[in-house]
């Protein structure tokens, strides 16, 4: 039985893989990504305090941690069961409108309706489980390090199954990868401001 459950998982990981890859921005988009990148180093980034399940504890690490992140676009309210317009649409309205105009550059026919942005955000190795589809994640900064981190098979070491990872490091590139059957987790900085962009559509 454990032969067949790591066969299957072999399976899985192996089309995970092959539909997980790079995609360089074209050639009108670093006007706004170089802007964007701006944006995000002068502006006063949302501090929250990881708090149990409402601060995704099992994704972002330890309870009471501060961590500099917000969505746009649809939100998840823990206190309601429907998608909700998220309220920092408003007070960040030119940079919403500034990644709209990006992802609507790279790629018109992409299904989203949230956009998460992180500031140097570390997560754990995590399942995104609510989202439907594919993800759309670049890195904008000038940092070392980073990236992201999926897991694309199994390995065996000293006689032990364990996840197989691949580090993807996507500074000014467009990781396209599906967050809801690759496990992954965030990539440790060296140094410098690392801002992930993630566009993606939450059912």
Not at 23 to 50: A, C, F, G, Q, S
Not at 121 to 146: A, R
């Amino acid at each position: 039985m454990f032969k067949i459950e790591n066969l299957q998982l072999e399976e899985i990981s192996e089309k995970v893989k092959n539909e997980t890859w790079f995609e360089e921005p074209k050639e009108e988009e670093y006007d706004l990504l170089n802007e964007i990148t701006d944006y995000l180093h002068d502006m006063r980034w949302v501090k929250k305090r990881n708090r149990g399940k409402v601060g995704r504890k099992n994704i972002y690490g330890e309870e009471d941690q501060i961590i500099e992140a917000f969505t746009l676009g649809l939100s998840r309210r823990y206190d309601k069961k429907e998608l909700v317009n998220s309220q920092y649409n408003k007070k960040y309205e030119y940079l919403f409108s500034m990644l709209k105009e990006l992802v609507k550059i790279h790629n018109p026919d992409f299904l989203w309706n949230c956009i998460q942005l992180n500031k140097n955000v570390i997560t754990k190795e995590h399942f995104d489980k609510n989202n439907n589809g594919k993800s759309y994640c670049i890195g904008l900064g000038n940092y070392k390090g980073g990236g992201i981190d999926g897991v694309v098979g199994r390995e065996k070491k000293d006689g032990v199954w364990v996840d197989k990872w691949e580090h993807y490091s996507n500074n000014y590139l467009w990781l396209n990868y599906n967050g809801k059957y690759q496990k992954h987790k965030s990539s440790p900085i060296e140094s410098g401001d690392r801002y992930a962009i993630i566009f993606f559509y939450r059912s």
